[in-house]
């Protein structure tokens, strides 16, 4: 038996649509990286990109457990001394509703040379409308 490893011009790329609305965020988040990564194709290879693009609805209807809404905090540091500023998941989620998506599933990539490329395949729009209609995105009904 030989094992079949996927040539760069061989990848096929397929679109997958996520409605956030009423799901979890870290179990959603887990599989859509599932999805950017390839595991969930018969031909994944870790060293290569074979993963598929998704689209992500309803980027600020998303559910939380226990106290996350105020207790979960994001950082980020200006550079400065004293320049460490942070914001709760409820203010997040008013400002930025896409940020909080992005940094969830970024979080569950493997931090390698291939992170950025699949981040890129990650398409969030805060609303129920998106623009990919041309490319007949499989909606993905998750439990």
Same mark, same amino acid.
């Given at each position: 038996?030989?094992?079949?490893?996927?040539?760069?011009?061989?990848?096929?790329?397929?679109?997958?649509?996520?409605?956030?609305?009423?799901? +979890?965020?870290?179990?959603?988040?887990?599989?859509?990286?599932?999805?950017?990564?390839?595991?969930?194709?018969?031909?994944?290879?870790? +060293?290569?990109?074979?993963?598929?693009?998704?689209?992500?609805? +309803?980027?600020?209807?998303?559910?939380?457990?226990?106290?996350?809404?105020?207790?979960?905090?994001?950082?980020?540091?200006?550079?400065?001394?004293?320049?460490?500023?942070?914001?709760?998941?409820?203010?997040?989620?008013?400002?930025?509703?896409?940020?909080?998506?992005?940094?969830?599933?970024?979080?569950?990539?493997?931090?390698?040379?291939?992170?950025?490329?699949?981040?890129?395949?990650?398409?969030?729009?805060?609303?129920?409308?998106? +623009?990919?209609?041309?490319?007949?995105?499989?909606?993905?009904?998750?439990?």
């Amino acid at each position: 038996m030989k094992t079949y490893v996927p040539k760069k011009g061989e990848v096929t790329r397929g679109w997958h649509l996520i409605d956030l609305e009423g799901k +979890n965020l870290g179990r959603t988040a887990t599989k859509i990286a599932m999805i950017l990564m390839g595991k969930t194709k018969p031909t994944y290879t870790p +060293n290569i990109d074979v993963g598929d693009f998704v689209a992500v609805v +309803n980027a600020g209807k998303f559910e939380v457990t226990g106290n996350k809404m105020t207790d979960k905090l994001y950082y980020r540091h200006s550079g400065y001394p004293g320049g460490l500023k942070e914001t709760s998941l409820s203010d997040m989620l008013k400002k930025h509703p896409e940020r909080v998506i992005k940094l969830a599933v970024a979080g569950m990539l493997p931090k390698n040379k291939l992170r950025a490329k699949r981040m890129k395949r990650l398409k969030i729009f805060t609303g129920p409308k998106h +623009n990919l209609q041309a490319q007949k995105p499989v909606e993905l009904i998750m439990e």
